[in-house]
């Protein structure tokens, strides 16, 4: 079964995005996800800018090995993203100033509503 994760939680402040990155772990070795879209305050899992303290879980750290390790495409939406100040060199005024995490991609709503299309369930976090 091919599934959908839509993540709209921030990284920290609340518990939505672990338990996204938790059901991501579960669904994966029984299923196929197709990709795992940030989109409004989940835009934060991408930003590369978060720094936790060191007792703290690093959940920008565990989606990037998470996708290197399965393969699963993590999409944000560049609207969203860029309102929030997470942003890839192609988009930032001041290429310094780059703050999309690595593994992350910037996805329109377009490349979205294709993998809805593709996809046999979707889940919102």
């Known amino acids: 079964m091919d599934y959908v994760l839509v993540v709209k939680q921030s990284v920290y402040g609340s518990q939505g995005a672990f338990l996204a990155y938790q059901l991501a772990q579960e669904l994966v070795h029984k299923h196929h996800i197709r990709q795992i879209f940030f989109y409004q305050d989940g835009v934060s899992n991408g930003n590369a800018l978060v720094y936790p303290a060191n007792d703290e879980f690093h959940l920008v750290k565990a989606w990037q090995a998470f996708s290197r390790q399965f393969n699963v495409p993590l999409?944000?939406?560049?609207?969203?993203?860029?309102?929030r100040g997470v942003v890839d060199s192609e988009s930032a005024a001041d290429k310094s100033a780059v703050s999309l995490a690595?593994?992350?991609q910037l996805a329109g709503l377009g490349e979205f509503s294709q993998a809805l299309l593709q996809a046999d369930?979707?889940?919102t976090v």
């Open 75 to 83: 999409h944000l939406c560049v609207a969203a993203a860029q309102r």
């Open 102 to 104: 690595d593994v992350f």
């Open 121 to 123: 369930r979707v889940i």
